[in-house]
């Protein structure tokens, strides 16, 4: 009887497999009963059923990711099968001379893949270094995973660089994260200082900082033989969390330009803290894309389950497994969106013309994947808590627009009992330094001493005013005018006129914050409130109801001269301000993260600018005419004042 109902049972799950192969509504049914809970199958079933089979083809994937998103429990299987089995032998790992070598016990390299290097006559256990081979999908021993030195392994990690003749260094970790020291700083602090580790001395050469990451070049010498090694220290990616999809794939391309210098160079060094979690997730990604540019096709779950069995831990948690697809599918879908600014010309007249096919434009087929990509990383109310509080929803000119609480600026100076450290007001990343943005919208009379608070406790020494209300109760001054000179706002700051000029469509005005201390704590500690200075700057070629202004050549140098003005003082965020804090101000930082990448790289990518301004508020650049307009002020600043600089 039991055999019947067995043969009865295979018999009806594989019709069922064959109509689901041809009937997607009874896949889609399945896939809600099992989403749900309402329908439990065999980990067998799971496997044939749910996961890929083979590399999914570039045109499919979306749909894969799409399913993703919406059926939870595939994501979930999937990462499940993809990480079991982690049974090699770690003998030399765990040997009592190796134990101070590994910062996590149980994130260890297998036997059969350790990097091995050469012994130390008279060291015990001196060829052990905690890190693998790893294979990429095209190329065997393409990366080495390693784990982030500690105060024990310095020497060991610069030994393997210079054995395995390895040129580029690819960090994923902080030095410090959350209080707590994740990989020990195993370069010279100083430019031109050196460190020597037995036989080999390392120098830092140079030191570029962006945004998300810093490029450092890094001499290393032993005898009379001289190598420079490359070092990408991504700064973004705090420990158990996952970085922003774009800035990481703007990563990966420099890190792609630096490994095809050496044409004979070894394995690229790959480390987090433990050369797993973050390391798999890295590794996962750019062998993907490189498999993408080889074959047309992305090999997710296969590639994971490949570095699970080559190294422990590899791609930590299914988060870091979603977010392996989704930056996989931004990748395919935005497409390669940079060029050099000498193609400025033929690619704006190539970027006009219309796809015959698809009746748009390169603009709008840009402009569409902003849209997809908005979708994809929509702010939800508890991410924007702070905003919606009872006590300061009417802070907000539109509760649809709040900043999330962990890119907001905290206001710090105390005021009275009833004000609260929220403002709206978000911070928004530059090019080449984080936060170097404070997007904010016109203050409401209730929040003016609450404006000169966000200036003040963020040391902003330039604010930009984009739009020219003509004042009302809506939109009430809140700066001294040539007549006032001096202004108190609220019972802490007073702000003085220090001197003003006025051009052609700029206003520009030079004011010193005076703060009183008005907290009995801050009073009793003896704490001083030094004057601060700032300039604010008001661009008044830019009416009511345009959407872009009147003359794109006198916001060109309004950004030119914000920039020489901070040239001249110190360099804190520069507040931007619309009357809605959502149009204008988008075009404005976009394009001044654009032209930073021309002065600095000497390339243009429109498409990335406006998505690194809209990560914390992605209703900036709202509308196609404002995303267009920063490809004319890009192309505007290229031939009027770039090859005068």
Known sequence: MGKTNKAKNDSSRSLFRSKQQRDPCISKLQLSLLNSGLLNVSDGDKATNLIPQKPIELHKFPKHVENLRKYDILLKTEFQVSTKGESHSVRHALKPGNELKNSYKKLI?????????????????????NASYIDSIVKPNAYIAAQGPNEYTIA???????????YVIVMLTKVFDFIRVMCVQYW??????????????????????????????????KGDEVRDITQLHYTNWPSHTCPFSSAL????????????????????IVHCSDGCGRTGTYLCIDANLELAEEDN????????KKLRQSRRGMVENVDHYRF??????????????WFPVTQISQQLKHKSMKNPITKQNEYQREYECLKICKMASKLSIGDCAGGHRPENREKNRDVAIVPPDNFRPYLTSFQSNDNTDYINAVFVDGYTRPKEYIVTEWPLQKTIADFWSLVYDHECNSVIVLCSPVPCNAFPPFWPTEREKRKKYGPVFTVELVSYNHYPNIKTWIFKILKKIVSLTELMAGVKAEPRTTQLFQLTCWPVGHKVPTSTNALVELMNMVERWRQRTEYGPVVVLSANGRSRVGVYCAANVATEQVVQHREVDIFQAVK???????????????YKYCYDLVLHYILHYLHKE
């Open 297 to 304: 096709v992305y090999d997710a779950f296969g590639y994971t």
């Open 156 to 166: 060991d990690f610069w030994r393997m660089v210079w054995e395995q003749n390895s």
């Open 188 to 221: 010279p602090s100083e430019i031109n200082q050196s460190e020597s580790y037995g036989d080999l001395e390392t120098i830092l050469l140079s030191e570029e900082m962006l945004a998300n990451f810093l490029i450092r070049t890094i001499r290393l010498r």
């Open 109 to 129: 390299p297998f036997d059969f893949n350790r990097v091995v290097l050469e012994t130390i006559h008279g060291v015990p256990d001196s060829d052990y270094v």
């Open 324 to 337: 392996i697809h989704e930056t996989l599918e931004e990748a395919h879908v935005c497409g390669i969106t």
């Open 249 to 268: 794939l703007e990563f990966r391309r420099r890190v792609r330009i630096y490994m095809s210098y050496p044409p004979n160079s070894g394995p690229t």
């Open 612 to 626: 690194t301004v809209r990560r914390h508020r992605p209703q900036l650049v709202e509308n196609m005419t404002e």
